[in-house]
């Protein structure tokens, strides 16, 4: 049987890490990543990918021994690999990096095929904006301006959260007093002024990551438990079946905290009173497997390995190397994201990138981003927007 410590020797043989940026994603990421205990790039990208379909006794990864799934369950087409610009020309666009005022942008997901979310900030450690970008006239706009409040010592916002009418984020403030301060904030996608939701001291201070949800503002925290909050300000209130979970996406939860390396047990959907769960069905060798809704990704035999909740649509895609972040589910619980290639588990396509630029990422994101950017010169990044991506034929 692989262990941890099996999976540890991989990735330091199999890790060639990108160099870190300056400026806003130094001072944000280095937040994530010290939550990190590993962040690898891909190995050199074959030439195509070979499906290879799990059989034989697999294992709840609770323990549980279970039949194999049925080969058929997902057939994953074989595809040859393809430059990025020719698998997916519209998904692929360039977008400034300064601001006139100076601020420094950095893309954080996508909000749909044509407009990018990002936010600015004149140094480490600061978010001072959060804009759209329009890919189509190539004009942003400014939703809001996030401003220091009088009294803090430190202060460091924490990427967005967001649906399709409000963003949210959180605060991780210390006060001129020394009292330790999380705070959740709101702004209706549209623009206009931000709201603060709550000020918390002594046992919220270990928020993971925030959703929402309709009129309500969903976080999970590190020592385990979801929680909520009316998006109107009030008192936290735990989510039924919700305790020692880690959010996910909303409304799906993991009993593994992000960037834990043990492989995810449960998927746990929240959104009744009546929590539902799956549980992952995987070989005894999967390592650090993670999932989304339905799909998870980890590593096995050293290369990124795949498959269905379930254990079925089983793959490892040759030549793809290892993903990004342990921890991480498929974006769009579709993409599989390395440093050199993305594979696409709808069609099979694996589309090839150089990195030519500076420095490159992914991790502005309070959920898996569904953009990459790189730096090719100071003043301007080419970002590659997943929810561009045509669907599946």
Sequence with gaps: M????????????????AP???GLLAGVEGQRRRRRRRRTRGLAVATAVTAVIAAGTVMAANGRQAAAPPLAARFF????????????????????????????????????AARILAVAGPKADTIRAIEVFDTTTRMFREITDISVPPGMRTYRPQPPALDGLNLAWHVNAVRKDGTEVREIWTVPLAGGKPR?????????????????DGDRIIWSERTG??????????????????????????????????????????????????????????????LSLHCGPSWCQGVRGGRTYLQNIDGSAAAEPQGLGLVLRLGDYPPLDRFVVTGRAVYDVATGTLATFDRPGIWWGNFMSAEPSTTMYWS??????????????????
């Design 2 to 17: 692989r262990t941890e410590k099996d999976l540890t020797e991989t990735l330091r043989a199999a890790a060639d890490h």
């Design 20 to 22: 870190d940026p300056g």
């Design 77 to 112: 087409p074989q595809a040859t690999a393809v430059p990025l610009e020719r698998a997916w020309p519209q998904a692929v666009v360039t977008m400034p990096a300064v601001r006139a005022d100076g601020l420094r942008r950095v893309p954080v997901t996508a909000l749909d």
């Design 196 to 212: 603060q939701v709550a000020a918390m001291t002594g046992e919220h201070l270990r928020i993971e990551r925030i959703a929402l």
């Design 225 to 286: 438990g979801v929680w909520w909050m009316p998006l109107a300000g009030g008192a936290p209130m735990r989510i039924p079946g919700g305790e020692g979970l880690h959010l996910v996406k909303w409304p799906w939860a993991s009993d593994v905290a992000d960037g834990e390396e043990r492989s995810q047990t449960r998927v746990v959907n929240l959104s009744t009173d009546y929590p539902s769960t799956k549980d992952v069905v995987a070989p005894l060798d999967a």
């Design 376 to 393: 090719e010169r100071g003043d301007e990044y080419r970002v590659l927007n997943l929810a561009a991506v045509p669907p599946a034929q």
